[in-house]
């Protein structure tokens, strides 16, 4: 089973400034299937990127991402209020289980 | 674009089997390269993956489940499943649907199940 290790589990920051997620996997995510989700409390959790760094329709352009093998991170360039979430990363390669990350909370400072 | 919608009783008690239904309009459930899934997230906690079944029938379960988990497919009806025995409180959670297809995931609006006698 791939563990995914996201870091940091809190990141304080204000509207306007840049995020970057991590996301680590204890060994290679095939083919680069990995995901990042984003939930906001008491809704579902939204599909942002696939494959990397493909962005799901309807994404703003200011979130991307990024990565290869073990290591992947999601950036928002400039955030906006309603950015301020919970981030997961999700690998879904060809060897099941897929896995989530514990998840990064991204709060207001 | 796939749109999911998740039903079932949302009070289970000890012991019974917790059996959900995952509508799916948008598209067909017999259409080729979908990985029909299902994950839970406990209360203020994180996601977890509890299985899928793919276009062809294959299933694969989470192996801290598979001794309890079914999913299936109901063709006719355009649904699938998912079937969770002898359930505890520790399988209180909201139930989520997915669908996954080339990589893209879409997400059902989730159902809160409650297990209490």
């Known amino acids: 089973e791939i563990v995914l290790t996201q870091s940091p589990g809190t990141l304080s920051l204000s509207p306007g400034e840049r995020a970057t997620l991590s996301c680590r996997a204890s060994?290679?995510?095939?083919?680069?299937?990995l995901a990042w989700h984003q939930q906001k409390p008491g809704q579902a959790p939204r599909l942002l990127i696939y494959?990397?760094?493909s962005r799901a329709t309807g994404v703003p352009d200011r979130f991307s991402g990024s990565g290869s093998g073990t290591d992947f991170t999601l950036t928002i360039s400039r955030l906006e209020p309603e950015d301020f979430a919970v981030y997961y990363c999700?690998?879904?390669?060809?060897?099941?289980?897929?896995?989530f990350g514990q998840g990064t909370k991204l709060q207001i400072k | 674009q796939v749109q999911l919608q998740e039903s079932g009783p949302g009070l289970v008690k000890p012991s019974q089997t917790l059996s959900l239904t995952c509508s799916v309009s948008g598209g067909s459930i017999s259409s080729g390269g979908y990985y029909w899934s299902w994950i839970r997230q406990h209360p203020g906690k994180g996601l977890e993956w509890i299985g899928y079944i793919y276009h062809s029938g294959t299933t694969y379960y989470n192996p801290s489940l598979q001794r309890r988990v079914t999913i299936s497919v109901q063709t006719s009806r355009n649904q699938f499943s998912l079937k969770l025995s002898s359930v505890t409180a520790a399988d209180t959670a909201v139930y989520y649907c997915?669908?996954?297809?080339?990589?893209?995931?879409?997400w059902g609006l989730g159902i809160l199940v409650t297990v209490s006698s």
């Open positions: 997915s669908a996954l297809r080339f990589g893209v995931l879409f």
């Open positions: 060994q290679s995510v095939s083919s680069n299937y």
């Open positions: 999700q690998q879904y390669g060809s060897s099941p289980p897929w896995t």
């Open positions: 494959a990397a760094s």
